[in-house]
């Protein structure tokens, strides 16, 4: 009972927080795309985007790239894109040939742009490093985290909206 009770509060507390959706931004001014073509919300559309804002030299960031990198490894092929933003702290982090070396060194199989003036980050508000959006489907970010922690929640929201979307 209190596991049927529990499950009918998560899912209560997801649909509050789908209720409240806002459609996600584009992929605005992007300086380079690595491991990837550009990609755009549009053309992702029908997936579970996960976007996370993060930079090489953070090590909060750092610390989060072990969970990020699992999910993608995890739930790629059941619908999940994970794209990685990279949005520099500090000026030698423009640099493309050392976020490349930092997609290497980190081991990053997903897609990165290279958001060197912040349109992107200023597209969705953000503020933080790092930061992780959800957008569902439908193409509206339904979740946000700032900072490392809650990766069990931010899993099973990832959870949630890959059977929702399928």
């Not at 989060?64 to 993608?72: A, D, F, M, N, R």
């Not at 980050?121 to 900072?147: D, E, R």
């Amino acid at each position: 009972m209190k596991t049927l009770i529990a499950a009918l509060f998560a899912a209560a507390s997801f649909s509050a927080q789908a209720a409240s959706a806002s459609p996600a931004p584009e992929f605005t001014g992007i300086n380079n795309w690595l491991n990837s073509p550009p990609l755009s919300m549009q053309q992702l559309r029908g997936k579970v985007v996960l976007v996370d804002f993060w930079t090489y030299t953070c090590i909060n960031c750092i610390r989060t790239l072990p969970y990020v990198k699992s999910w993608h490894e995890k739930y790629k092929d059941k619908g999940l894109v994970v794209v990685g933003v990279h949005t520099p702290e500090y000026p030698f982090e423009r640099s493309s040939s050392n976020v490349q070396a930092a997609i290497k060194r980190f081991g990053i199989p997903y897609a990165v742009a290279q958001d060197n003036r912040y349109a992107t980050w200023q597209a969705y508000a953000n503020q933080y490093w790092p930061a992780v959006y959800l957008v569902n489907k439908q193409g509206q970010v339904v979740y946000s985290h700032f900072g490392e922690g809650d990766y069990a929640e931010t899993e099973a929201r990832i959870r949630a909206l890959l059977a929702e979307a399928n």
